[in-house]
């Protein structure tokens, strides 16, 4: 062997046995107290689990919101207002029909006698007490047909009723002044009215001179 090569022999093996100190010095190397945040490497499986759960930690971090970045926040939600109540507008008003005047019949006396007035028959008179016509021209000596004329005294009996319907027309109702009407006539045109009952009703004289398309109520 030639003796260049010595020098270069015992180089190489003094070599060999530094990398065999390093590797039995870093295999007993005391292990990493727990309060270390990251283990010295112990050996290369060692280095690569440090690396992964370094990777693992970094990005952990980075995932997580950094204390200056603001979380989302939900817009505050607005309570619904109640619209004000609308003012309600009054039902108008509606003209209603008023009520017939109601009138209170009076009980009145039957007369003794009585004279046909302008327009009268002793017919009319007989309805208008509910006596028998023919009897009370009987009591007053006169015929059972003819003409009466005005001023005629009959007399009334004090019994007795109308033999049929005493109503001419259908009361109570208004009626329309004719011309030549008088309460007395018109009164013998319903049959069982008194005329001092119309008067009455209308705040009338019994004599009252009525007036063409004057509006009466009969009661």
């Given at each position: ?114 004279t ?10 007989a309805?208008r ?18 003409t ?45 009215v ?26």
């Amino acid at each position: 062997m030639s003796k260049k090569f010595i020098p270069l022999i015992g180089l190489a093996l003094l070599m060999i046995l530094s990398l065999s100190a390093c590797v039995r010095s870093a295999s007993k190397a005391p292990q990493a107290s727990p309060t270390s945040e990251f283990p010295l490497p112990g050996s290369t499986e060692d280095v690569f689990g440090q690396l992964s759960a370094f990777a693992t930690q970094t990005a952990i971090a980075m995932s997580a919101p950094s204390a200056t970045q603001e979380l989302p926040t939900e817009p505050p939600t607005e309570e619904p207002t109640q619209a004000p109540p609308q003012p309600t507008e009054a039902p108008p008003q509606v003209n209603e029909p008023q009520p017939t005047p109601q009138f209170i019949l009076k009980q009145r006396p039957i007369p003794k006698t009585y004279t046909l007035r302008k327009g009268e028959h002793p017919y009319c008179i007989a309805r208008r007490f509910n006596v028998n016509p023919i009897t009370m021209l009987q009591l007053s000596g006169l015929a059972t047909s003819g003409t009466y004329p005005t001023g005629t005294v009959l007399t009334i009996p004090q019994s007795g009723s109308f033999p049929g319907d005493r109503s001419l027309k259908n009361h109570p109702t208004t009626y329309t002044v004719q011309s030549g009407d008088t309460l007395f006539t018109i009164a013998c045109q319903f049959g069982d009215v008194w005329p001092e009952d119309i008067a009455e009703a209308n705040g009338l004289k019994l004599n009252a001179n009525l007036k063409v398309g004057q509006e009466l109520y009969i009661p």
